[in-house]
Structure formats: structure tokens, C-alpha cells
């Protein structure tokens, strides 16, 4: 996904002259392209993210459209202070581009670990939250942040590697607080909701379930907040089983949302929808993204198995 966010800001910077990259100390691989193209708007603010991000913001004031660059927490919780109170009080044309989203980074440990960001950004005002789902979303999502005026943005990319999901007809439907729906079987048994790099398991999961004839849809929730109430509402409605898959803590994100969506707009029950989400938990458990999903439950194999246990007790 980053690749693809360098991609789109490598086409587009030609054109718009007010764009800043700010790093802090790192991916220089992997904006070479760009300082070469545009040495005079980038910027290497140094292992210093709070100053980073208020000089962010004063930029931003001057006229700037700014975009910090970091691993995941480093671009978010360690300067939030500055992020709320800098970026989002004077709703600034700031995006914090966070690299390793969820277990992205797993090796590293808890420091590394973005389990609570969505929870944390979605909370603060006049915060836009997107979490692209391959690396398609990604690319679309920067071109929309660079020619619209959202203010303050987070944007919430995987690490590298991600699969590419979307086809030439579902990803031109993307915008801004609208969900996507990316495979539609036409029934109304199944639906798979996912945000961030969970899109491609979810993907997995359809196919797997797909060889059992159990046929399912897959909607990608590119942008956590504003949310899509009236999807939300409309998927609730219409399908049998509604799961959400999300690489965060069940406090907070993509669940929660959802959640957020139904009282006063939805009139049914709601106990035909399962989350799927991390538990409220520092992990003690150290080991790559696959491994570390395998053991919380948000793997491929574990969503299918529990797709099937629900349906079993569904019927």
C-alpha cells in the first residue's frame, strides 16, 4: 500500500505545487523517487514526530497541504497531543500517513503494534479516518486527499505486499464515506465487512467458502469514519449473517462503528452480527502478521471455520 500511496503522490505533486512530504527518519527507499522529482517538498523532520506534526500544522496554515510519514503509532500516538490539538482544532490540510497497521510490523512488538489507532483518530473532531483495503484503495484515496479540502486525515496503510483485490469496475465507485461492496453473489445469506489489509482475508474466506457452495458478499469500509450509516442500515437488512473483520481492538473500530450506525435508523435484532476484532489486550506474543492473526482469531481458516459454526447454528 505504500508503494501505491508514493505512486499516486509522484503523479499528482507535478500539479499541485502546495504539497509537503515531512518523514520522520525513515522510507527513504521508498520516497527516492519522489525527493529526486521534488527535492524542495520533501522534508526530513528527524526521529522527532511531535515536531513533526507541529510543524505540520504551521505549514499547513501558511497554505501547505501537508502529509507526515512514519510507522503506524509513531505518526499517531506519540504525537496525538499535537494531532488534536494543532491539526484538528484548526481543522488543517494534515494527513498522517501511518505505515503497518495492526500486526503489520508483529515482530517488533507492542511498540509497533497499531491496535487501538482507529479507535483513538475516529474519537477526535473534524478527523477524516481512511483505512484502504488493497492497493488500489490506497492509490484512489491519495489522489481524493490531494485535490479535495478534507482538513485533518489519517490515513491508515499496511506495510507492503498487500494483495490487490479490486477490479477496474468495483474501485470506480470509490468515495469519500462510502462503503464498497468489492464481490456480490447475489444472496442474501452472507455478508463480509472489512476495513484495512483484512480485505484480502475476507476475499480468502469468500473464495473458501464459495468451493462449499455458500455463496457471500464482500463490502470494504475504505473510510472508518465518516461511516456509511445508510449502508450499514441497508446490509443489515438485507443479509442473513454480517461479519466484520478488522486488524484492531474490538473497543473502538470497525465494529463499533457499525454499531454506532443502528440505534434510531435500524429496527431489527441484531444477533445475526459477528465481529471479528482483537481482544482488549497488550500481546505477550511476538511473531510475524500471519502468525500473530492465527493466534487472535482474525486468520483466514479461523473466520471460515466460524462463518460455518454461525450458519450451522443459524439454521
Not at 505545487?17 to 522534508?43: A, R, S, T
Not at 506519540?78 to 494531532?83: G, M, S
Not at 500486526?103 to 487501538?116: D, P, R
Amino acid at each position: 500500500m505504500r508503494n501505491s500511496f508514493m505512486k499516486a503522490l509522484e503523479e499528482m505533486t507535478c500539479d499541485h505545487p502546495e504539497i509537503l512530504l515531512m518523514l520522520g527518519d525513515l522510507g527513504f527507499g521508498v520516497v527516492k523517487k519522489f525527493g529526486e522529482l521534488y527535492p524542495k517538498q520533501l522534508i526530513n523532520a528527524g526521529v522527532a514526530e511531535q515536531n513533526m506534526t507541529g510543524m505540520a500544522a504551521g505549514l499547513a496554515l501558511s497554505g501547505k497541504k501537508v502529509f507526515t510519514y512514519s510507522i503506524c503509532n509513531f505518526t499517531t500516538l506519540r504525537p496525538l497531543e499535537f494531532l488534536r490539538n494543532d491539526v484538528a482544532y484548526h481543522n488543517l490540510n494534515v494527513t498522517a500517513v501511518s505505515v503497518g497497521g495492526g500486526f503489520s510490523y508483529g515482530a517488533l512488538g507492542i511498540s509497533h503494534h497499531a491496535t487501538e489507532d482507529l479507535a483513538i483518530l475516529r474519537a477526535i473532531p473534524n478527523m477524516t479516518v481512511f483505512a484502504p483495503g488493497d492497493t488500489r484503495e490506497a492509490y484512489e484515496i491519495t489522489k481524493i486527499i490531494i485535490k479535495e479540502e478534507l482538513g485533518p486525515v489519517y490515513l491508515r496503510l499496511g506495510r507492503a505486499g498487500e494483495a490487490t483485490i479490486h477490479t477496474d469496475e468495483t474501485i470506480r465507485h470509490l468515495k469519500v464515506g462510502k462503503i464498497l461492496q468489492v464481490k456480490n453473489d447475489n444472496s442474501k445469506s452472507i455478508a463480509l465487512v472489512s476495513t484495512g489489509g483484512m480485505l484480502e482475508v475476507a476475499s480468502i474466506v469468500h473464495d473458501r467458502l464459495s468451493k462449499v457452495g455458500i455463496p457471500a458478499s464482500i463490502y470494504s469500509v475504505h473510510t472508518v469514519k465518516p461511516i456509511d450509516e445508510e449502508k450499514i442500515v441497508e446490509i443489515f437488512d438485507t443479509y442473513d449473517l454480517v461479519f466484520s473483520m478488522e486488524e484492531h481492538t474490538i473497543i473502538g473500530g470497525l465494529s463499533s462503528a457499525i454499531l454506532e450506525c443502528l440505534p434510531g435508523n435500524y429496527n431489527g435484532q441484531i444477533n445475526h452480527f459477528h465481529p471479528f476484532a482483537l481482544p482488549p489486550v497488550f500481546t505477550s506474543l511476538v511473531g510475524d502478521q500471519k502468525y500473530l492473526r492465527q493466534n487472535y482469531g482474525i486468520s483466514p481458516e479461523s473466520i471460515f471455520n466460524k462463518v460455518i459454526e454461525k450458519m450451522n447454528l443459524k439454521k
